[in-house]
């Protein structure tokens, strides 16, 4: 009798066991609307065009050798999905509880911290596209230069150019009488 009923509960068992798999990627392919991924399996069995769902907002495209947990929906193996990625190889580590970051295998972090904001570009630039303004609420320290394409103003709305414009066609006078000439050095 015991042997009846482990023979007809043996497919139900194996389809639990195989539900969930870890599994290494080896391709990704980012050009269709949901992200498809070749896995590589137990006994090296390979998968391909297996789904992966991301959150919302959040799109990333793991590196082969990256380790994936891939779902079978109704224990199906023709039916899996990812689920999630972990490449320990670039986690960042450390974290105190209720940190967040956002990480690459470059290096470049934007890390919520306990303490604040940090952008890490790891040597690379940071580009602020397309926004008609930028606005800052605080307080602005610059270690290196400063360049600006067009004109600067002051909260007064005296622009820098109207400022040199000013200075450069000023005189002064001379207190014996009558005025000096224009300042040498133009600014």
């Given amino acids: ?9 043996a497919p139900v068992s194996r389809r639990l066991r195989l539900t969930v798999s870890r599994a290494v990627i080896t391709l990704v392919n980012d050009s269709l609307k949901t992200q498809r991924m070749q896995l590589s399996l137990l006994d090296g069995e390979v998968m391909d065009g297996v789904e992966r769902f991301q959150e919302y907002g959040f799109s990333s495209v793991p590196l082969p050798g990256c380790q994936a947990v891939m779902v079978c929906i109704g224990g199906s193996r023709s039916h899996g999905i990812v689920a999630a990625t972990e490449d320990g190889r670039h986690r960042v580590k450390g974290l105190l509880p209720g940190e967040t970051v956002i990480y690459d295998d470059l290096g470049q972090k934007v890390y919520l911290s306990r303490n604040g904001i940090v952008i890490d570009g790891a ?4 580009n602020i596209i397309n926004v008609p303004q930028t606005n800052l609420s605080g307080n602005l320290h610059v270690a290196g230069s400063i360049v600006a394409d067009a004109d600067i103003s002051d909260h007064g709305n005296k ?3 109207g400022m040199r414009t000013v200075y450069n066609g000023h005189t002064h006078t001379d207190p014996q009488g009558g005025s000096v000439s224009e300042p040498g050095a133009q600014m």
């Fill in 1 to 9: 009798m015991m042997r009846t009923i482990s023979k007809m509960i």
């Fill in 123 to 126: 040597g690379l630039p940071l």
């Fill in 159 to 161: 622009s820098m150019a």
